[in-house]
């Protein structure tokens, strides 16, 4: 969601609890963003696991390997990467 600073200041305690929801908030002057309201991450907090369970679904055909010439042009841009640096 995008306002105004006006608006932020009047609204900030509604913001709050969006934010640590989830919800981004940018803060604009003159309709040109400007801040994102964040929330803050404790260093010392754990992560709980899980978070995605069964939320995320993968196609079968992402666990098929890559065909070798696929592998191979990998490895040969790293090779011309290499060179070239």
């Known amino acids: ?7 932020a200041k009047t609204k900030l305690s509604k913001l709050i609890p969006a934010v640590l929801g989830g919800d981004e908030v ?3 002057k003159a309709g040109k963003p400007l801040v994102k309201i964040v929330p803050v991450v ?9 978070l ?3 939320k995320i679904i993968f ?3 992402v666990e ?15 090779e011309e990467d290499a060179l070239s640096s």
């Not at 969601?1 to 608006?7: A, L, P, R, T």
């Not at 404790?42 to 709980?48: I, L």
């Not at 098929?64 to 790293?78: A, M, Q, R």
Request: proline share 8%; charged share 30%.
């Open 59 to 61: 196609n079968q055909d």
């Open 52 to 54: 995605y369970t069964g």
């Open 42 to 50: 404790d260093p010392g907090e754990k992560r709980s696991l899980g």
């Open 64 to 78: 098929d390997p890559l065909p070798d010439e696929i592998v191979e042009d990998f490895w040969k841009g790293s």
């Open 1 to 7: 969601m995008k306002i105004g600073i006006h608006e």
């Open 26 to 28: 940018i803060i604009a």
